[in-house]
Every structure is written in structure tokens, then in C-alpha cells.
């Protein structure tokens, strides 16, 4: 499976890394067979998140690692080296720029967006 990190490095500018990972099968809700898992850690605390057509958000660094899966709609995000990516239905980002000048973001047409949250512990 592929999914998108957005990260800062060392001197606080973001970036985007595509990152592929495999699942591993797990007795997961026994006596059913096992069921292929992909961990990306502990979960703290999850949420939907509604954008609606027009929104922006100007520089922002993330306020936490999290999880978003696109339900609905589309987002365009740039990272301060000037990356611009689209995400949307389907779409898996992995987003871990907390410090730093952060990403900016807009919503892209005139669909509201929807994203499952999930807050990771680290």
C-alpha cells in the first residue's frame, strides 16, 4: 500500500515523501481467518474533519502526528519547498510537520471535504 508523509526536516521546511508499505497477516477477530494489518502506531484520539468549498488555510504547522483518510472532496497542500499535491477520495496522508513553517491547504472545487482523523501517540 502507498501513502503520503508530509513532514519537516532539520531546519523546519516541509516535504512530502511517498512511502510504500506492506501488510502483515494478523489473527485479527478470531475464529475468522486471518485478516492482512497495517499498524501505524497507537491511536489517542479520532474525529471527522469538515472543509467546506472556499476554505484556505494559510501556513500552519501540523498540531499533532496524525492520520487523515479522505472520505470526500479534494485538498490541494503545498510544503514550504514549493511541493503542491492534491489529495482525495481514497488518499492516506501520514501528517508529521508539528514544527516548523508548516503546509498551507485548500480546498479544491466545490465539494465540501471530509477526513477521518485519527491523533497518533508518539
Known amino acids: 500500500m502507498k501513502y503520503t508523509r508530509l513532514y519537516s526536516d532539520e531546519n523546519g521546511e516541509s516535504h512530502f515523501e511517498d512511502l510504500e508499505v506492506q501488510f502483515q497477516p494478523v489473527d ?7 485478516l492482512d494489518i497495517l499498524a501505524f502506531g497507537q491511536a489517542e484520539h479520532c474525529s471527522i474533519l469538515r472543509a467546506k468549498p472556499g476554505w484556505h488555510g494559510d ?7 496524525q492520520l487523515h483518510f479522505y472520505l470526500s472532496g479534494e485538498i490541494e497542500a503545498e510544503t514550504s519547498d514549493g511541493e503542491i499535491r492534491r489529495f482525495g477520495v481514497s488518499s492516506i496522508v501520514l501528517v508529521e510537520d508539528t514544527s516548523g513553517k508548516g ?10 471535504v471530509l477526513i477521518a482523523i485519527v491523533k497518533l501517540g508518539r
Open 103 to 112: 503546509h498551507r491547504s485548500r480546498v479544491v472545487g466545490s465539494s465540501e
Open 28 to 34: 485479527f477477530a478470531p475464529p475468522a481467518p486471518p
Open 59 to 65: 501556513w500552519h504547522p501540523a498540531p499533532y502526528h
